[in-house]
T-cell receptor, first 115, second 113 residues
Framework: SAVISQKPSRDICQRGTSLTIQCQVD?????MFWYRQQPGQSLTLIAT?????????ESGFVIDKFPISRPNLTFSTLTVSNMSPEDSSIYLC????????????FGPGTRLLVL | KQEVTQIPAALSVPEGENLVLNCSFT??????LQWFRQDPGKGLTSLLL?????REQTSGRLNASLDKSSGRSTLYIAASQPGDSATYLC????????????FGKGTLLTVNP
């Protein structure tokens, strides 16, 4: 299995500012994913981040708003830029893992509140 | 576009009861279906994964079934315990979607001692 940590675990930010969320994995993985969970809503995939290539964004999400870095096989960052109260969500990273069966392991999440 | 619906949105039961959580999806062309458990501050934990060719999976007190043709899955929890209290999420992976998960909104389960 993979153990994933995220920093920060939570934050309160002012509108118009940016926050960078870090995701660290204890093993080398090819595929990492970033999800958003807005209050009362389902988890929604923001983008897929593979090391050595540009992140692939889902419909409704753009690089200018959610820039992603993937400098190596164990680390990724997601920045939430020019924040507004609508960005208040839980942000989770996950990794694809295949060991006997294919599944994804999730980090503990970053709870963001934008005032 | 794949949509995943979970019913009920919330459920409160006394300890020891058997219970069923429901999940439905609109596109039957799935690669697999997973049930996750979400605890506050602890992320998601995969409970059961059912491949599209399978009908059910069991782990301890948990049993998940899959009827791909009708777009339905159920998660059965036997002899519920207060430690089972959490949000349960159903997620499907569309065939050919490069492992992208589509989630339901979840069922918030409370097991009262």
């Amino acid at each position: 299995s993979a153990v994933i940590s995220q920093k920060p675990s939570r934050d309160i930010c002012q509108r118009g500012t940016s926050l960078t969320i870090q995701c660290q994995v204890d093993s080398q993985v090819t595929m990492m994913f970033w999800y958003r969970q807005q209050p009362g809503q389902s988890l929604t995939l923001i983008a897929t981040a593979n090391q050595g290539s540009e992140a692939t964004y889902e419909s409704g999400f753009v690089i200018d708003k959610f820039p992603i870095s993937r400098p190596n096989l164990t680390f990724s960052t997601l920045t939430v830029s020019n924040m507004s109260p609508e960005d208040s969500s839980i942000y989770l990273c996950s990794v694809e893992w295949t060991s006997g069966r294919q599944t994804q392991y999730f980090g503990p999440g970053t709870r963001l509140l934008v005032l | 576009k794949q949509e995943v619906t979970q019913i009920p949105a919330a459920l409160s039961v006394p300890e020891g009861e058997n219970l069923v959580l429901n999940c439905s999806f609109t596109d039957s062309a799935i690669y697999n279906l997973q049930w996750f458990r979400q605890d506050p501050g602890k992320g998601l934990t995969s409970l059961l994964l059912i491949q599209s060719s399978q009908r059910e999976q069991t782990s301890g007190r948990l049993n998940a079934s899959l009827d791909k043709s009708s777009g339905r899955s159920t998660l059965y929890i036997a002899a519920s315990q207060p430690g089972d209290s959490a949000t349960y999420l159903c997620a499907v992976t569309l065939a050919g979607s490069n492992y992208k998960l589509t989630f339901g909104k979840g069922t918030l389960l409370t097991v009262n001692p």
